[in-house]
């Protein structure tokens, strides 16, 4: 007979079974389908999920910066923080800086001017991105817009390289979209 007391034996096989059957006993559902791979969030936790590869159950946590949706495509199946609706599940927003980061995985203006780079951070090193021409970086949305949205910020004018006339020709081609030009 072993010389450990009965309530280690049964914690020992119990952790052994509880290994042996993957997260079930932690409330998570059983791979529904055996084949590919499929995400699921968890419960509480917006930032962790469970993750099915071929039928094997894994229990997976987000990047810092960033939260699981089911939608996201930015790290291991999780989104930027800033576009997650974690409801009533808990959230974890400690960021972990690093030079030129906040979180580790995020985007941020370039400057605090009008910009048309910003910088996209990735395993917490920092990147300069560029909008599409003649647009520039909104760090309210997080996207690239027209220049004209961010008056007075931008100077549309600067950055795409053209003044929309005040008062245009009466047979001009440009008059069937006037007032809106762009």
């Known amino acids: 007979m072993s010389n450990y007391p009965r309530s280690v034996t049964l914690l020992l096989v119990l952790a052994v079974l509880a290994r042996a059957q993957g997260a079930t006993l ?46 996201g495509a930015i790290h291991n199946h999780c989104n930027y923080n800033w576009a997650v609706q974690c409801g009533n599940r808990k959230a974890d927003y400690t960021p972990i800086s690093s030079p030129g980061c906040e979180y580790q995985f995020g985007m941020y203006p370039d400057s605090n001017g009008c910009s048309t780079t910003y910088v996209k951070c990735i395993h917490g090193e920092p ?6 021409p003649g ?48």
């Open 26 to 71: 932690l409330g998570a559902p059983p791979c529904p389908d055996p084949y590919g791979i499929h995400a699921y969030a968890h419960p509480e936790d917006c930032g962790a999920f469970f993750l099915c590869t071929n039928g094997t159950l894994t229990f997976e946590y987000c990047e810092n910066g960033l939260m699981f949706d089911g939608h």
């Open 127 to 132: 990147h300069q991105a560029h909008c599409d």
């Open 135 to 182: 647009l520039v970086y909104n760090a309210k949305t997080h996207t690239c817009v027209w220049p004209d949205e961010l008056i007075p910020l931008c100077n549309p004018e600067a950055i795409v390289g053209f003044k929309c006339p005040h008062k245009l020709p009466p047979h001009s081609p440009a008059t069937k979209f006037w007032p809106y030009p762009r």
